[in-house]
C-alpha cells in the first residue's frame, strides 16, 4: 500500500530547539537557585513533556509553578533560538508540492510548535500541527495524538509514516500500527528500534515518492 502521509515529531527532527530548551530549563533552574546544566545532559531528558522535564531537571521545585516560569521565558526565546535540521525546508517543502499529506505530532506546547512552524517557513506545508492539548492532554508515547493526526489527514495507520528521533517516537508509533522512521541523529535502545534509520533527511524524497 502507497505511503499517502508523513507525521512528523518536532524537537530533534523538523528543528534543532535543544539550545532554546536549554536555556528555559536553566532560567528556571536559575530560579529555585540550581546551576545550569550542559545542553548534552538536558537533551538527554527531552521527549517526555514539559511536567515530567521539570520533575526532572528541575527537583524540589512545585511542577506546576515551575513549568509557567519555563514558558514565560521560552514564549520570549525560542523563535532565536530555534533552527531548522538540515535539508528539512527543501524536503518538507518538496513532499508536499508531490501530493504527500503532512502533519507534526509533538509532545510540546502545541501553540509554541504552530508558533515556530510558521516563523521556520514551514506553515504553509502542514495540514495539522498536534500536541497533548488537542488529545485531552495525552502526551507521546500515548498514541492519541498519531492516531488524532492521522483522522486529520484521511489516511490509515498503513497508508502512513512517522518520522522522529527518540525511543517515545518508536514507542508511539508501535502503540498506534504506524511504521516509524528515524533521523540519523536519532537514538534508541534495545529493543527499541525504528523500521528503518535514514541516512539524510532528504532520503525521504526518494522514499516517498507517489
Not at 79 to 103: C, F, N, S, Y
Not at 121 to 134: K, N, Q, S, T
Request: charged share 25%; aromatic share 6%.
Amino acid at each position: 500500500m502507497p505511503i499517502l502521509a508523513a507525521l512528523f515529531d518536532f524537537d530533534g527532527t523538523l528543528a534543532d530547539s535543544f539550545a532554546a530548551i536549554t536555556s528555559s530549563t536553566n532560567h528556571t533552574r536559575q530560579s529555585y537557585g540550581l546551576p545550569p546544566l550542559p545542553e548534552a545532559e538536558v537533551r538527554s531528558y527531552v521527549g517526555y513533556g514539559l511536567d515530567k522535564l521539570m520533575a526532572d531537571l528541575v527537583p524540589g521545585a512545585p511542577v506546576e509553578e515551575a513549568v509557567a516560569r519555563y514558558r514565560m521565558h521560552h514564549a520570549r526565546t525560542m523563535v532565536a533560538e530555534t533552527r531548522l535540521m538540515p535539508g528539512v525546508a527543501d524536503t518538507i517543502r518538496e513532499l508536499a508540492r508531490r501530493g504527500l499529506k503532512l502533519g507534526v505530532c509533538s509532545n510540546k506546547r502545541v501553540e509554541f510548535t504552530r508558533e515556530l512552524v510558521g516563523a521556520l517557513g514551514l506553515g504553509d506545508y502542514f495540514a495539522c500541527v498536534l500536541g497533548p492539548d488537542d488529545v485531552g492532554g495525552r502526551a507521546k508515547p500515548d498514541p492519541a495524538m498519531l492516531l488524532e493526526g492521522l483522522t486529520r489527514l484521511g489516511v490509515s495507520a498503513a497508508e502512513a509514516v512517522y518520522v522522529g528521533d527518540m525511543v517515545v517516537d518508536v514507542r508511539t508509533a508501535r502503540a498506534a500500527g504506524v511504521p516509524v522512521w528515524f533521523v540519523p541523529t536519532g537514538t534508541t535502545e534495545d529493543g527499541e528500534e525504528p523500521d528503518l534509520t535514514l541516512t539524510s533527511f532528504e532520503e525521504l524524497l526518494n522514499l516517498l515518492s507517489n
